[in-house]
């Protein structure tokens, strides 16, 4: 179903705005129609040449302004509108290839549509062209890391069997708690080259390869210890699978299980479309109504420093997991309180923003925390429980965390008008 601009609301509704689902081929939408983001006012497609943008109605203010920060964080609000932007995208990959919008993408006219289109027209073409019969699958890989280094200390025991019966009761004793002291190390490097192997053989069945955040996972026996997204031709998705459950087969006594989910939209394969001239009318969750990234913050999570500082945190409470149980109560838990505590110094300050003095010492806390984490990273190098190479990039990323919060601190007046 097409649309004109009349039918769609477009210029003259005071607050209703043009929902961008994605981009697409013609006639990418079924006879029979699909509803949009409230389940009620259907989608309708808009050709711009050979493309069509396939749109919805939203409310503006439903995801601009100050009352759309509340509705971002209410997952009964965000949730069901969310799961139906992707429902739609889905739909429309049945019929052609696509370029999905970000959730929450909406235009004041369709002028600011049409420049869009205009300025990005060879971009999503080229995308469209790759994109077609291409589909993203995502495979996640958990590990029981319990079993995996009892597997792993079977192995090396049965190997050193003859050795260790030929000690003395004191160095047989002495020798095994070396044995078991380094099965953390010698798990690691199993599971570096296993993970290595069955990318490798992923990679064969797919066109595009990307790697993504590795999240903590909800069961305490299971860590999530890869996170990727492939870009697979239609014509290969029966040898793809088959590699998954090929690397399930030889690895899964191990502990080690990979889970496979898709086909998805290739959001990950995607690169947003700069804005430039002639975008003025785009907006999304994180711009105004004049389309620009708003100079107030609306979270504490929307600072840079935050989420850097979040993200290393979370990096090091992987890494400490592979600490040894000695230093349980001390390093280990001291490295993870103080990473930790740069965020919860950021988040109480942000929220007393209205009294400078305290919103410049909860900087200060939070830059003094950041400052231990990297003492304690050094205790972590010199007992060789982390390579160099790590303690050298995430002493980096507090550097830059130190350099952020002296910015905020010089620039406090800004953080701390009244609301």
């Not at 090091?316 to 230093?327: C, Q, T, V, W």
């Not at 103080?338 to 110094?345: E, I, L, Q, Y």
């Not at 305290?358 to 205790?379: H, S, Y």
Request: proline share 4%; aromatic share 10%; hydrophobic share 40%.
């Amino acid at each position: 179903m097409s649309t004109d601009r009349k039918a769609i609301g477009a210029p003259g509704g005071t607050a209703e705005g043009i929902y961008l689902f994605c981009f697409a081929r013609p006639h990418c939408l079924p006879d029979s129609g699909i509803a949009g983001l409230d389940d009620q006012q259907a989608v309708s497609q808009w050709v711009f040449k050979d493309i069509v943008a396939v749109l919805g109605l939203s409310s503006i203010d439903d995801f601009c302004g100050p009352e759309a920060e509340d509705r971002m964080t209410d997952l009964a609000w965000i949730g069901p509108r969310a799961c139906r932007h992707e429902e739609v995208v889905e739909e429309v990959m049945r019929r052609s290839p696509a370029f999905p919008a970000r959730f929450g993408t909406i235009f004041s006219s369709f002028d600011a549509l049409e420049k869009l289109l205009d300025g990005h027209y060879d971009e999503i073409c080229r995308f469209l062209d790759t994109a077609a019969r291409k589909e993203e699958w995502a495979v996640k890989g958990l590990l029981n890391r319990a079993q995996a280094k009892k597997k792993i200390l079977t192995l090396i025991f049965s190997r050193e069997e003859e050795r260790l019966a030929s000690l003395s009761p004191g160095k047989r004793y002495l020798s095994e708690k070396r044995i078991r002291s380094s099965a953390d190390k010698e798990l690691n490097n199993w599971l570096k080259g296993v993970i290595k192997g069955i990318g490798e053989d992923l990679c064969r069945h797919s066109a595009a390869f990307c790697e993504r955040k590795v999240l903590s996972h909800d069961s305490e026996a299971m860590d999530m210890v890869l996170n990727w997204a492939f870009w697979v031709a239609r014509e290969d998705a029966d040898a793809f699978r088959a590699g998954v459950d090929r690397a399930n087969e030889q690895n899964g006594r191990q502990g080690l299980l990979l889970q496979l989910s898709g086909p998805w939209p290739p959001y990950s394969f995607l690169r947003p479309l700069t804005r430039g001239r002639g975008d003025e009318g785009m907006r999304d969750e994180k711009t105004n109504k004049e389309g620009k990234v708003p100079k107030r913050i609306m979270s504490v999570r929307d600072l840079n420093v935050y989420r850097l500082a979040f993200d290393t945190a979370m990096e090091i409470f992987e890494l400490s997991k592979a600490f040894p149980p000695d230093e349980k109560y001390s390093l280990t838990d001291q490295i993870r309180r103080a990473s930790r505590s740069v965020c919860t110094n950021l988040s109480e300050g942000w929220r007393k923003r209205r009294y400078k003095a305290v919103f410049i010492n909860k900087l200060t806390d939070a830059g003094q925390e950041a400052a231990e984490t990297q003492t304690w990273l050094e205790f972590a190098l010199a007992c060789k429980y982390i390579d160099q190479e790590i303690f050298d990039q995430l002493y980096e990323k507090y550097e830059h965390i130190f350099a952020q919060l002296s910015t905020m601190e010089r620039k406090v007046d800004s953080f701390c008008k009244a609301n």
